[in-house]
Each structure stands twice: as C-alpha cells, then as structure tokens.
C-alpha cells in the first residue's frame, strides 16, 4: 500500500506539471460569460445504465434510460440531449460528442472523467454539473482555467448518507448479519449472535468530521441515549452543540479510543492531510482525486478500543484497504461497514467482500430514490437559470469564474 | 392456516377444561407466604447453551454456562444452583428437579415450559422468575391456582427491542440487503439495488399498538422526519404526543392504507382481539400462548400500500404466515423483517427463510448483552428481595396471591 501511495503521488506531481498552462483571465472567462442564453444547446449526460430495472420504478431518474426526466423539457426547448453511460477511452460515446457539446451532466455514481485533455477538446464545453454531490472526477484546476462552470446539487443526498450511515452502525451494533446468515442457511442458534449483540444506547459514537452529513446523523442519534463526540477543523455554536448534544474533540487521536463506533465523515479535502494524487484508475486515463489517503492506518486503527466498529461512507482510500482487512480478522476491529471502496467499482476480489464482521454494499447510500428525485431537481433549476443566463444558488458552485471553491483549493 | 387455527382453538378449549381445579384461597396464598425467609433454597434455571461463545464474552450472562452470573452470590448464602438447558420430556434434567425446587429461572429465548402437571408435581416451588419479558411459557391460571409467584424483569429489554426496529426499517427502506449480496458475490451493479431504495425521511410510519417499545421507537424515529402514526387501545397524554411527535389513529384498517411502513407492536393480550390458544410445540406437551393470531391476513395486507414495508418483533403468529409469503412474493409486501417466528425456533423448512425481500433473524431483539446485564441484575434483586421477604417492584409481577397482572387476565 505504502509503495502504491508513493507511486500515485509521483503520478500526480508529473500530471500536474503536464496541465496546459492557465488562459488569460478573459480567455478563463469568456466561454460561461458568453453565447448562454437562447442558443440551442447540445447536452450531454452520462448515467449508469439500469437496464431491466429502469421500467421498474417511475421515479428511477438518476439512470441512462431515465437521464433525469428531463428529455422533453429540453427538447420542447430546442437543445439536443445525448444520453450514455459509455464513457472512457477514445472510441467511446462519450468521446464523440467532446468536440461539440455544451453541457456535461454526470454522477458521482458512474462519473464521466473529465480530464484536462478532454477539457482541451471540448472547445465548445462551458458548464458541467454534478447530479449529485461530489466533483473530484473532473479537473477542476484545468476546468477552471479553462474558464468552465462547475457546479454540483449541494445538499441533495446528505439525508440520505446520514440515514444510511445510522443504519450501519446499528447494523454492526446489534451484530445483525449473522443471525440473518443464519435465517437462509436453515439454521437457529441465538448464542452465536447474542454473544457479540449490543445495544446502541449508552455507547460512545465518534464522527470524524462533522460537516451536513455529520451533524446530520449526531441529530438522529440523540434520542438514542449514546455519548456523541465530534471531530473536526471547527467548533460547532455552542448552541448548536447543545442542541445536538454533542461534545467537540479537538485531538483526533485522544478521541478515539473512547469511541465504540467510529464514523468517517472527512470530506475529501481536509486542508491539514490532504494529499492530491492521481489514480491510474481505467488504465487509459488519470484523473485527480483528493484524499486523506490511508488516514486510518494499522497504527491508527491499533490505537482504536479492541472491537471498534467502524462506518465510512465517505470514501475508501481514507481507510488502509489491509490494515482493515487484518484488524477485521484479529479482532480489533468489531465490524466494518460502509458503501465506498477503492477502487470503484470495486472488483470482484476486493478483500473487503471476503472479510469477516463486514456489512458493506456498493456505492449506493446517495443514489436512494429520493435522492435522485432532488438532485433531478437540483440539475433541471442549474439548466433552466443556465438558459436564462441566471447564476445558481452560491452553495452549488464547485468551479466559478476561473475559481476553485474554497473546500476544493 | 385457517385449519391450523381451528385446531389450535379446540385443543386450546380441551386444555382449559384440564386445567386442575383451583385450591382454595388459603392454598392459593400458602406457598409464598410461608418458608421463604432464611431458608435454603434449591433454584433452578434454565438458559441456553452458547457452548464456544460461553467464554467469548465475560458479559454475556444469559447463557447456560453463565448463568446470570449469580452462582457464587447464591452459593454463599447457603443456595443450591442447577443450571442446565435439557428442559422437555420425562426424562430431562429439569423434570428431575420439579419435584423439589423452589424456584425456577428462565428465559423467552429458550423457555422451560410450565404446565398444569409440572406446576402439580412441584411441591415446594414457590417463585417463578422470567429473565426478560415475557411469561407466555407458563401455565399462568394454574400457577395463579397454585398460589405461585410469577414475575418478569419488566423493562429489561425495551430499549433492545425498539432499537432493533429501527434498524429493520431502515434495512428494508434503504434495500440494503440487495447490496450486501451483490457485495458477497462479487458484482457490482448500484441500479439493481437504487430502484427500490428510498431515504425514509418523509415516509408514513404507523405502529401497531404502543406500549413502552412503541413509544421508544416513535421517540427516536422523531429526527428522521417522518410522518409517524400510532394505533393502540389508549390515546396517549396529548404533551407526550406532542411530545413524540406522533399521531393518534383509532381505527387500525383506516391508518393501515396510510402507511409506507408498518411496525407491529401490539401486545400478545389486546383484549378486543386475543384469542387462547394451546399450540402443541413439542409434540409431547402443552403450553399456552396469547395472540392475536393471524391479525394480519391476506385480507388486511391486500389493503395496505402497495410494497408496504412490515416490521414484527411482536409474535411470528400475528401474521398469517403464507399471506406474508404471498405478500412478499407478489411485492404487495415490499419487505418483510423481523425476529419472531411461528413456531420457534423456526424449522429448516420455514418458507420465511426463502421468501424474497426478507431480512428476518433468529429471536434475538430482547437479548444483547446489555439486555443480559439488565435481566441478570434485575433477576438477581428479585432474589434477593424473596430471600428477605420483601416485595417486588410492582410492575414485574405477572402472578400474585392468586391473581394474572391485569395483561394476561
């Protein structure tokens, strides 16, 4: 792991050095200031495919065959909508329409990677937007110096991570996969469940970072009678603090050992630890990706009280892929669950599908019906006040005007 | 099923006419009254054997090896302590006890069942304790006939429950089981689990009766923001309402169609709706058994939100069991989860296991380790307080001098 981080952050610093040197300011500026409003554009987006599942569910919109209910409304306007979810390496579908398209909407579920070669091709590209939260699958320096508008839907699955998250830890709390393991294999044996079972209240939950989706799930715990503690760069209101009954703890590594769960809410660029590497993820192509990578090391991990659960949505590479593994077998770590692995998608012998005491899913947490209901939302508003030649709601903005937003500098 | 009621009810009237006549008054209040201060007395409990998890855990007190961890208190106070877990027939170790014990422990989870002709063999006994919620695994009238003492650890494992509902409500809303599996397997493949995966803020969540689990769900449900409806017998004290954040719905068939989930937790005596029955479990003995059997049929579910979402830790029986199979397999039922089963434990065959959209687990809810700690203790105070001659805590008597708690009368 050690070696791969080293070789990754080589790549970075040489794919750093081969970005194309920023444009004038006026050059930065003039593809979004200009042309917006009342041309025909041409849009492109890139969705997971749902096959036999796309008819299943009207409000399934965040898939190709669905692309965001948002076919007709465009097309009643005049603007072309191209929708794929082929999208990597020189011949695919996407690729074709680079030269010529205005739009780029895609997710962080099946994300379009938009490299700086791409963003060099695009010479007709002026907006790309996130359905859903989280950019780190574009280049946001190169968009930004190619004076690009990036923006994503702010807020739109942050219910839905919080939930999810709230599951796993009871999930883990309650040892609840082994008795239903033993449901399908006809089995019936309480000790072998009960032995490892807890209830939730009364223990000690630690979140790693506190942003929406942190506070998010201290205020569905609450009721739950647990002592909730917070990590993060800031220190909440006192009276948000106390309404959230949750205590702030500065020093990451004193408040671990007093938590029973952990729960990783680090978003991808804490300025302190963050690392910029380049991931050579689909062979062909590099994209930039920010992480506090292998955050959660043996060493860290071994510092954790014996029998930690741990839950991590937020992104994979935070953990030490084999320092979980190992401390998942030894003991030292209860149970690990989350819906974020690296690489994504995982592959098929990703060791964290074969560990035991896990309850992990794919990338799904953000992706719930009703999420997409919003973030289909959230696209449609950025599209239509794009049309008018209107801003977006200031929270959305990833890339503006030649500026990264702060989280992302 | 129908048949298997029918059956139920005649054997269940057969059984109360072979109920021994009761004693008089004065038999009825003699065996706890007299010879229980100062004595030496022989306790027997009955637990399950955890075999290679007994060790696993120093807390886990429910088991037989463990045995509430009350052996060297007893002992030293001059008290013989036979634990075991061989409980039914002639020739089982308890029965060799029956003759001469005075007090019997057992647990919901492997229950010693007491019946008319063991409660007749049992000269000496005088108190039985339950070790969690739950008494239904006594011949109540003929223990009330035979003026024994009957009590529960009332409260001991509320919390446990209304926690464990919660996380099946979110493990079916959040279709988190799909992911797991493909996780299992080795696929990835996020359309096939996002179809049907919904956050469950915004969703209508009624409770079917709401007792002291129901209002803890309720409570900690409040965050999510959902819509949560109640139904039950009382209305409660409109600041608690308030309070929770839930409400009142007096007809059940008119707040099931309103529901997205449903959570059963109607208690097992409900008096508009009980019916007596004596389920022939063990083929070779009788016990009785309050449900409200087959409340839910195919009827009622048919009349429920298409894909409703069901939760029972209730009692298995409550649900017509090949109406839920049906339910489940048509996706009138969207998912099924719970740990109650009819009958326990559940055989190999027990089409709950294979039906779709499933998350059931073995009885498990009322017995994590904390609630383990809390039944031990509150086992180990009753103790103490029959040795002493003290009273118990009110609300844990289920039998005394004579009378059933209100409950199960």
């Known amino acids: 792991m050690a070696m791969m981080m080293m070789n990754l952050k080589r790549a970075a610093t040489s794919a750093i050095r081969a970005l194309p040197a920023a444009p004038s300011s006026t050059g930065a500026l003039a593809r979004h200031l200009h042309g ?3 041309e025909s554009k041409k849009i492109v987006g890139v969705f997971y495919k749902a096959n036999e599942y796309a008819e299943k569910n009207p409000n399934f919109l965040g898939c190709a065959e669905n692309a965001l209910g948002i076919r007709s409304w465009l097309e009643s306007q005049g603007h072309q909508y191209i929708v794929t ?27 379009a990677y938009v490299t700086a070669e791409r963003i060099k091709k695009a010479k007709n590209l002026q907006l790309l937007l996130t359905a ?29 991570v919080a939930e999810d998250e709230l599951m796993r830890i ?44 942190g ?3 201290l205020q569905r715990l609450k009721p739950f009678g647990c002592n909730l503690l917070y990590h993060d760069r800031l220190k909440m209101e006192p009276e948000l603090e106390k309404q959230i009954g949750s205590k702030f703890e500065e020093d990451l590594d004193a408040m671990l050992p007093k938590c029973d769960v952990v729960v990783i809410n680090t978003p991808l660029t ?14 062909f192509q590099f994209f930039q ?81 009703d999420a997409q ?15 008018k030649g209107e801003d977006f709601p200031t929270q959305n903005y990833i890339v503006k005007e030649g500026q990264l937003a702060s989280q992302y500098k």
């Open 36 to 38: 917006s409003v009342g």
């Open 132 to 160: 859903g939260i989280g950019s780190d699958h574009i280049d946001l320096p190169a968009a930004a110096a190619a004076g690009l508008t990036v923006a994503e839907v702010t807020g739109s699955n942050v219910v839905s």
């Open 289 to 369: 990706y920010r992480v506090d990578l292998g955050m959660f090391d043996k060493d860290r991990i071994s510092k954790m009280k014996k029998g930690v659960l741990i839950v991590n949505n937020a992104r994979g590479a935070i953990m030490d892929t084999q320092a979980v593994v190992d401390g998942c077998s030894s003991g030292q770590i209860g149970g690990y669950s989350g819906d974020v692995w690296y690489p994504q998608p995982a592959p098929k012998d990703h060791p964290w599908r074969y560990m035991p005491n896990q309850a992990m899913t794919p990338h799904i947490s953000g992706t719930t019906i």
């Open 215 to 217: 506070k998010l799930l």
């Open 170 to 213: 009871l999930i883990l709390m309650r040892n609840f996969l082994p008795g239903y393991h033993q449901v399908i294999n006809g089995e019936w044996d309480v000790a072998g469940i009960a032995y490892r079972a807890y209830d939730l209240e009364g223990k000690t939950i630690g979140t790693v970072g506190c942003g929406r989706i």
């Open 373 to 387: 209901l919003r973030y289909a939302a959230g696209v449609k508003d950025m599209l239509d006040r794009y049309f």
């Open 270 to 283: 804490e300025k302190t630890k963050c690392v910029l590497a380049v991931i050579e993820l689909y062979k």
């Open 85 to 111: 979810d082929d999208k990597d390496g020189p011949n695919s579908e996407l690729e074709k329409h680079i030269p010529d398209l205005h739009v780029l909407i895609s997710t962080p579920f099946h994300p």
